[in-house]
């Protein structure tokens, strides 16, 4: 069964130092996401991205923040100069256009910054 | 999207069917309701969806009421490996509806006992 995957599972970073995050939807969907979960704390939105823009994005995701798909299959998530407000589980997502609107996530990427 | 209400936990023996209700009174025509699960930190799980009538695949059945407001998820032999927070989650399905975020709720924490 097709799947999302992510790298690194796990990072530790110390603060100030920017981090990416990445993820290879599966094959043949357009709409991707990343979704972020602090310790203990509900699953939240942090951005939706299609056809190579941004198609929404939460009070999070500020300046910090940017996403990328540099080729046909990685899509990045960059924290330019990492918080310890910063540390939790990043989630990617996606799912196909029209035809399926199931949204598919990743295993997650946990990251600490110290 | 529509707002949800759920049981914060609930306890199920082992073999049992588990029956976790959702309310989402203020559901519109075009709403689906969708569940996920979550095990442990691992990434938000798909288990079913529907619009007005039941469904069921190999995980579970959903069981949406005449007038919509309220559903419920069924697992009808519960294991341990079930235990999760499961969340309900209505939303707006279609393919002019653009990036169609998820929005998590705190969910219900299920706990399968031996």
């Known amino acids: 069964e097709p799947e999302v995957t992510q790298t690194p599972s796990h990072q530790v970073t110390q603060m100030g130092q920017e981090v990416i995050l990445r993820c290879v939807p599966i094959?043949?969907?357009?709409?991707f996401y990343w979704y972020r979960q602090i310790l203990g704390q509900k699953v939240e939105f942090l951005v939706s991205f299609y056809n190579n823009e941004i198609s929404e994005k939460s009070e999070i995701f500020d300046d910090q923040f940017s996403v990328e798909r540099p080729d046909g299959s990685n899509f990045t998530l960059k924290i330019r100069s990492t918080k310890l407000e910063d540390s939790a589980m990043y989630f990617c997502a996606s799912r196909q256009s029209f035809s399926g609107n199931t949204i598919y996530f990743g295993e997650g990427s946990w990251l600490t910054v110290v | 999207d529509a707002k949800t209400t759920q049981p914060p936990s609930m306890d199920c023996a082992e073999g049992r069917a588990a029956n976790l209700p959702c309310n989402h009174s203020t559901i519109s025509g075009n709403e689906y309701v969708y569940w996920y699960r979550q095990i442990h930190s691992q990434g938000p799980q798909y288990i079913i969806h529907?619009?007005?009538n039941n469904e069921t695949n190999e995980m579970a059945s959903l069981i949406i009421t005449e007038d919509r407001k309220s559903s419920t998820l069924i697992l009808p032999h519960a294991t341990l490996r079930d235990t999760a927070v499961y969340y309900c989650i209505v939303r707006v399905q279609g393919y002019l509806q653009g990036a169609q975020k998820l929005v998590f709720g705190q969910g219900t924490r299920l706990t399968i006992n031996p």
């Open positions: 094959s043949n969907h357009l709409y």
């Open positions: 529907g619009l007005k």
